[in-house]
């Protein structure tokens, strides 16, 4: 079974940007839509955004809305999600995740789904 990585966190100011990569060797994007997700100290793991397989469509949730933007490098195998306006109640542990998955992928991120999980990597926003 393949892996994913995240990549790319870090401490940023309140306003600053952050862009996180999801390395994902063995799953093709023809076949699978990346999520990511986040999850806060003492709070449950939320739907971020997803980009669908194939056609590449993308589903952001309504406190990104706007600020962030999930792209993908079919060549490098890798999903992006750059992060502007950081806030710091976007501080969270972000995870990207893999999951077979017709049409569009917004239930990806509005049921909080995947098959495959990264480890995660730690966002930090000060404000």
């Known amino acids: 079974e393949g892996r994913v990585a995240e990549s790319g966190g870090?401490?940023?100011?309140?306003?600053?940007?952050?862009?996180?990569s999801c390395a994902a060797p063995?799953?093709?994007?023809d076949d699978y839509a990346i999520g990511w997700f986040r999850q806060a100290p003492?709070?449950?793991?939320?739907?971020?955004?997803?980009?669908?397989?194939?056609?590449?469509?993308?589903?952001?949730g309504n406190s990104v809305k706007g600020r962030f933007t999930v792209?993908?490098?079919?060549?490098?195998?890798?999903v992006y999600l750059q992060m502007n306006s950081l806030k710091p109640e976007d501080t969270a542990v972000?995870?990207?995740?893999?999951?077979?998955?017709?049409?569009?992928?917004?239930?990806v991120v509005t049921?909080?789904?995947?098959?495959?999980?990264?480890?995660?990597t730690l966002v930090t926003v000060s404000s």
């Open 10 to 20: 870090g401490l940023v100011q309140a306003g600053g940007s952050l862009r996180l």
């Open 42 to 60: 003492g709070k449950e793991r939320e739907g971020v955004s997803c980009i669908s397989r194939r056609d590449g469509s993308t589903y952001y």
């Open 26 to 29: 063995g799953f093709s994007f």
């Open 94 to 107: 972000y995870y990207c995740g893999a999951i077979k998955w017709e049409g569009q992928c917004m239930p």
């Open 111 to 120: 049921m909080v789904i995947a098959e495959v999980w990264g480890q995660g």
């Open 71 to 78: 792209s993908r490098d079919d060549a490098k195998n890798t």
